[in-house]
T-cell receptor, first 112, second 112 residues
Framework: DADVTQTPRNRITKTGKRIMLECSQT?????MYWYRQDPGLGLQLIYY???????NKGEISDGYSVSRQAQAKFSLSLESAIPNQTALYFC???????????FGEGSRLTVL | AQSVTQPDIHITVSEGASLELRCNYS??????LFWYVQSPGQGLQLLLK??????LVQGIKGFEAEFKRSQSSFNLRKPSVHWSDAAEYFC??????????FGAGTTVTVRA
């Protein structure tokens, strides 16, 4: 089994729908991250969490929210999806600084 | 805040030829530097990392990178490319805030 698991791997939805992307990890890391990948833009940080009680906004948090249900689980929600949120989303974890990231395989989201 | 520039969007190289991918970073102190590779449909895999010490870093799959502080660069090299090296490559920089900033990526095509 993968160390960092994302579900669903692919999702097509309509504008205005609520979507949740889930991430679970077995690496025992405290730090978890959600990134968004768009062609030509690399990866942009949406939210990150250093422990269950610590959640922080990244570069592009507008339109997104997160929940850290446990050390091993970190979910990303789109309350009302819009087409420009169509992208590939990655969950990642890291151990102690300086922060080498371990990535899930990605969740491809299409908003029609 | 730190930032990364990958000047080359796309590089085509012949199998067996050498490869060099450029990465320039902006950060006021000594950064933590990483190269990741993303094969089609996959997540990101760490190729190598630089934290401190020897400025020439060896990674997996025969890759190496050299940190040059005077040029704010961390270029990735491979002496002889294999067809399986066709992928997208991302340079990333980390700082003491435990977050990584990624470049836009360089796509490598390998021709027979």
């Amino acid at each position: 089994d993968a160390d960092v698991t994302q579900t669903p791997r692919n999702r097509i939805t309509k504008t205005g729908k609520r979507i949740m992307l889930e991430c679970s990890q077995t690496k025992g890391h405290d730090r978890m991250y959600w990134y968004r990948q768009d062609p030509g833009l690399g990866l942009q940080l949406i939210y990150y969490s250093f422990d269950v009680k610590d959640i922080n906004k990244g570069e592009i948090s507008d339109g997104y929210s997160v929940s850290r249900q446990a050390q091993a689980k970190f979910s990303l929600s789109l309350e009302s999806a819009i087409p420009n949120q169509t992208a590939l989303y990655f969950c990642a974890t890291s151990d102690f600084p300086p922060g080498e990231l371990f990535f899930g395989e990605g969740s491809r989201l299409t908003v029609l | 805040a730190q930032s990364v520039t990958q000047p080359d969007i796309h590089i085509t190289v012949s199998e067996g030829a050498s490869l060099e991918l450029r990465c320039n970073y902006s950060y006021g102190a000594t950064p933590y530097l990483f190269w990741y590779v993303q094969s089609p449909g996959q997540g990101l895999q760490l190729l190598l990392k630089y934290f401190s010490g020897d400025t020439l870093v060896q990674g997996i799959k025969g890759f190496e990178a050299e940190f040059k502080r005077s040029q704010s660069s961390f270029n990735l090299r491979k002496p002889s490319v294999h067809w399986s090296d066709a992928a997208e490559y991302f340079c990333a920089v980390g700082a003491n805030d435990y977050k990584l900033s990624f470049g836009a990526g360089t796509t490598v095509t390998v021709r027979a």
